[in-house]
């Protein structure tokens, strides 16, 4: 298989988010490296993947995770080397899937040597990060990480002066008032483009620039380089994809696609807490309520869906009170809440319920953009809440009963974390050899939720359009394009209910529901009566018009 000469490939594409740490060991070491995602490529195929994300691998102390940069052009020894990464993109490409890696714009980490440089007094590189005698400054910026930082400032006692810093205090900004820093900064991206990777999920983008009474965020200049990035992407490296990480309300986050000229994607963050609110509340309308508020986007561009990801389910964009909503419903143990958000796997946040867990993949896979799926929720992978800070939803991807879950051969002791082993969740009962034995397993039924999605392109090029019910439990959707409508109805709550849709316009049509291939009574003029199990949800093929003495005998 070759991959197809398409710019426009990432709009029908699954994306799969994996920690190669946590992936798979291939020397026994203890932690997952390049070589071992390499050996599981046959499964990200078999499963439906079209576009990897890797998680950091660059030289790193790995204070956070590897978005702690000490070498942007080195790969973190336990990972592998640079050449392990040519052939997984490689081998990646050669079975027609793509591969996309972070790239970490705003910060380094305080080990880089740009940052060990610029600190020394006199230093050339001093400019290269935000230096000041006044921890003052800025001071209409919030602190994210407000678990451990109390500062956007830290004192460095070898400069004798505050750098800035948005996350960590061992992750210092760079400095993008200074062109060395931009050109810099450009020549990664190409580095790594270079080497045959699709494209970046662009970290942290809304913070790379500073001014005075501003919050720092979503600056013009953050626009006007960042459509610098996406010139440098157009004019040398076709078929690659910009992903943003803006964590933003819908009106700040369709600014980072421009006017098509800035990045190719971004996170929908808006929509995703909003999915978990409708399924406690039992009712469609956060979700109708935040896609309607969500402008356009230009039509070179797409959203990126995810359920859940690497850091906490972040509650920021959200009102207070819909965050206290959250904490309640989602949160019972203090320890489950991170900073903004809660550092929860999707299959405990959700109760472990089989219904809902199908019902939020049928949202994930119909909503308005490409998903982007989190490594070991496709078999429901739980978390360990006692492991210090978003560790508890990175332990290692649980492959089969073996020892330590498959994953390595390593002692258990040298494992970069324990693996679940809890009463439910446990890799000795929860493992992707276990439920791709088990046809009715969760991970053969998102697999097959994926291959329904992947033959039916309108779910990631068509419109949307939100039907309005009377019932307000029930959230119904159209999603159009030119030769295909499918109509999606989900029930967000845990009981029976009936919903009454108009239809009308597609009279004469017949609704096939998409995964028994089955016929539902023609559509008239009147209201179209459907009724609902708990959390059930319809995929709905609306045929084409077809004469109905053809079909009165299906
Ligand atoms: C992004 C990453 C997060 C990291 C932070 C700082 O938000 O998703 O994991 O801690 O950037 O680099």
Redesign the pocket.
């Known amino acids: 298989m070759v991959l197809t000469d398409d710019p426009q490939w990432f709009k029908h594409a699954i994306f799969y988010e994996v920690l190669i740490r946590g992936f798979h060991d291939s020397d026994d070491n203890g932690t997952g490296d390049l070589r071992g995602l390499l050996d599981k490529l046959d499964y990200l195929q078999w499963l439906g993947i079209d576009c990897l994300w890797l998680?950091p691998f660059f030289a790193s102390p790995l204070r956070?995770?590897g978005?702690?940069i000490a070498d942007f052009s080195a790969v973190l020894p336990e990972y592998g080397t640079v050449d392990d990464l040519a052939a997984l993109v490689e081998a990646a490409h050669a079975r027609g899937m793509r591969v996309i890696a972070?790239l970490?714009m705003?910060?380094t980490s305080d080990q880089h040597e740009w940052f060990q440089e610029s600190r020394q007094p006199g230093s050339a590189k001093r400019d290269w990060y935000v230096w000041s005698d006044d921890n003052e400054r800025y001071s209409d910026a919030r602190i994210?990480?407000i678990d451990t930082e109390t500062s956007n400032w830290t004192w460095d006692p070898v400069a004798a002066q505050y750098y800035w810093h948005?996350?960590?205090s061992h992750?210092p900004d760079l400095n993008y008032d200074n062109p060395e820093v931009q050109e810099a900064m450009l020549d990664v991206v190409r580095f790594w483009l270079d080497l045959g990777l699709d494209g970046y999920r662009m970290?942290?983008l809304p913070y790379l620039f500073e001014r005075e009474g501003t919050n720092c965020e979503n600056l013009p200049e953050t626009h006007e380089y960042i459509r610098r990035v996406r010139k440098v992407v157009d004019d040398e490296f076709p078929n690659r994809v910009l992903l943003a990480?803006a964590?933003q309300w819908p009106d700040d986050v369709v600014d980072y696609f421009g006017a098509g000229d800035e990045c190719h994607m971004a996170f929908h963050f808006p929509v995703m807490p909003r999915m978990f609110m409708a399924v406690r509340r039992e009712e469609a309308m956060p979700i109708v309520e935040i896609l309607e508020a969500t402008p356009q986007i230009p039509d070179n561009c797409q959203w990126g869906i995810f359920l859940r990801?690497?850091?906490e389910l972040t509650l920021e964009m959200v009102t207070d009170e819909e965050r206290d909503y959250m904490y309640t419903e989602y949160a019972a143990d203090p320890r489950m809440v991170s900073n903004v958000g809660i550092r929860r796997r999707l299959a405990p946040l959700l109760d472990n319920n089989r219904s809902i867990i199908e019902l939020f993949h049928a949202l994930l896979f119909s909503l308005p953009g490409s998903p982007v799926m989190y490594y070991g929720d496709e078999i429901g992978m739980g978390d360990n809440i006692y492991l210090g800070d978003?560790d508890g939803v990175r332990t290692p991807m649980q492959w089969s009963i073996d020892r330590n879950a498959g994953f390595s051969r390593a002692e258990f002791a040298e494992l970069y974390l324990p693996p679940i082993m809890d009463q439910v969740y446990s890799y000795q009962a929860l493992n992707v050899e276990a439920q791709q034995r088990s046809p009715n397993s969760t991970l053969h039924w998102v697999r097959e939720l994926i291959h329904m999605r992947k033959r039916h392109p309108v779910f990631g090029m068509g419109a949307f359009e939100a039907l309005r019910p009377a019932n307000n439990r029930v959230l119904a959707f159209l999603r159009e394009s030119e030769d295909d409508t499918v109509l999606v109805v989900a029930n967000m709550a845990g009981s029976a209910q009936y919903v009454e849709l108009d239809l009308s316009r597609f009279a004469g049509r017949y609704p096939i529901e998409m995964l028994g291939n089955t016929y539902f009574p023609r559509i008239g003029d009147l209201p179209y009566l459907l009724t609902m199990g708990p959390h059930g949800f319809y995929w709905f093929q609306i045929s084409a018009l077809i004469d109905a003495t053809q079909t009165s005998e299906r």
């Open positions: 998680l956070d995770g978005y702690d972070d970490v705003n910060h994210i990480f948005r996350f960590f992750q970290d942290a990480e964590n990801n690497h850091d978003r």
